[in-house]
């Protein structure tokens, strides 16, 4: 999710969820400062918009890659050549 910072009047992003908190952290911005993402209809505090993310919006796994079914079939192969 794209957010992004407004702070003195001017306009900063877009930034990801960790990005801000990382500037946050070293001081570049502020809970007070303004941000907006997606789906808001108004700028907010940072604060706010940040606790509007959903939790761990960021740490959503990849989907797993379905198997096509070769590696059962290596097995079996391997299982048979060897006499089992």
């Known amino acids: 999710m794209e957010i992004y910072v407004s702070k003195d009047n001017q306009k900063f992003g877009p930034y990801t969820e960790d990005e801000?908190?990382?500037?946050?952290?070293?001081?570049?911005?502020s809970e007070s400062d303004f941000?907006?993402?997606?789906?808001?209809?108004?700028?907010?505090?940072?604060?706010?918009?940040?606790?509007?993310?959903?939790?761990?919006?960021?740490?959503i796994p990849p989907v797993p890659k379905r198997s096509s079914g070769l590696a059962k079939a290596s097995f079996l192969i391997a299982m048979i050549g060897l006499g089992f």
């Open 20 to 29: 801000v908190r990382q500037r946050m952290a070293s001081g570049r911005f």
């Open 35 to 59: 941000g907006w993402h997606e789906g808001l209809t108004s700028w907010l505090p940072l604060s706010q918009v940040l606790a509007s993310l959903p939790v761990g919006f960021d740490a």
